[in-house]
Antibody
């Protein structure tokens, strides 16, 4: 069965960086996009960006360009999201999510499996 | 990219139907048939309920249906059940490898 297992909760000081991992299993990792979505406490979902798990190409929401990095290690079917220059506004649950369809399908626009979330707390 | 507009709350009694709206622009909802809906229970990850405006993934009850007209999409939950109480989010492709979510609607089953 498809699973996305994320790394554990993090507490960071303002100005620091955080790197969250997302280990995939149960499907061919390189055939699907992995998206990253965050949710501040009590707030809605915010799409951050995606990585083509095959080529490593990335696309980011304009808001995150320049301060988020997304990478992957195909040998261990794991994707990473690193956010730098953290502020208290970055306190949120961070999710990875797999695209419903593979690159050849028309169903790349939907997120069918989600990780359990990684809580990142930014506090001095 | 601005978030899609959803009502903050909706409610209905068991067995009733409720419809949640999601309003965007011609650059997202109106420009593509790539609208999806997600259900999120407290403390849980979102779950895909509807994709491509009106299609249901395997395992999602047919009580859930979706539609779209112009720049707005809707999710209808028929035959409300207690377990439908959750937050619901719409999402749309917005072009140039960008996606946008709605602000979310808390559905209460009275």
């Amino acid at each position: 069965q498809v699973q996305l297992v994320q790394s554990g909760a993090e507490v960071k000081k303002p100005g620091a960086s955080v790197k969250v991992s997302c280990k995939a299993s149960g499907y061919t990792f390189t055939n699907y996009y992995l998206h990253w979505v965050r949710q501040a406490p009590g707030q809605g979902l915010e799409w951050m960006g995606l990585i083509n798990s095959n080529t490593g190409d990335t696309k980011f929401a304009q808001k995150f360009q320049g301060w988020v990095t997304m990478t992957r290690d195909t040998s261990i079917s794991t994707a990473y999201m690193e956010l730098s220059r953290l502020t208290s506004d970055d306190t949120a649950m961070y999710y990875c999510a797999k695209s419903l369809g593979d690159y050849a399908s028309g169903r790349v626009h939907y997120f069918d499996y989600w990780g359990q979330g990684t809580l990142v707390t930014v506090s001095s | 990219q601005s978030a899609l507009t959803q009502p903050p709350s909706a409610s209905g009694s068991p067995g009733q139907s409720v419809t949640i709206s999601c309003t965007g622009t011609s650059s997202d909802v109106g420009g593509y048939n790539y609208v999806s809906w997600y259900q999120q229970h407290p403390g849980k990850a979102p779950k895909l309920m509807i994709y491509e405006v009106s299609k249901r993934p395997s395992g999602v009850p047919d009580r859930f249906s979706g539609s779209k007209s112009g720049n707005s999409a809707s999710l209808t939950v028929s035959g409300l059940q207690a377990e439908d109480e959750a937050d619901y989010y719409c999402s749309s492709y917005a072009g140039s490898h960008n996606w946008v979510f709605g602000g979310g609607t808390r559905l209460t089953v009275l």
